[in-house]
């Protein structure tokens, strides 16, 4: 059974810093790609930032050169550090992984969700 397990949510003014984690466990062969995507209040859930293996990083115009995407593939791990944060990017951030492949399947998985709210 894979599981996506997040951390690092929370609370910071305008112009602070989070950086999430996302940890994938469970029997692993391989993982075609990590991301972040978010769900503002009202709106629909959207790429925040996508990193496949061997590929290039995707980022929403909204947060190039402000959040940047890394993946520890020995830990299956997905970290989206994010600085100089806005008001606008309150939202629940969840982490995604493509094409898990393990002992019996290859399928899509979701994190359960972390809160990032930031204040002005």
């Known amino acids: 059974q894979v599981q996506l397990v997040e951390s690092g949510g929370g609370l910071v003014q305008a112009g602070g810093s989070l950086r999430l984690s996302c940890a994938a466990s469970g029997t692993i062969f391989s993982i075609n790609a990590m991301g972040w995507y978010r769900r503002a209040p009202g709106k629909q859930r959207e790429l925040v930032a996508r990193?496949?293996?061997?590929?290039?990083?995707n980022y929403a115009d909204s947060v190039k050169g402000r959040f940047t995407i890394s993946r520890d593939n020995a830990k299956n791990t997905v970290y989206l550090q994010m600085n100089s944060l806005k008001p606008e990017d309150t939202a629940v951030y969840f982490c995604?992984?493509?094409?898990?492949?393990?002992?019996?399947?290859?399928?899509?998985?979701w994190g359960q969700g972390t809160q990032v709210t930031v204040s002005s």
């Open positions: 990193l496949p293996s061997g590929g290039s990083t």
């Open positions: 995604n992984a493509e094409k898990v492949c393990s002992p019996y399947r290859c399928s899509d998985y």
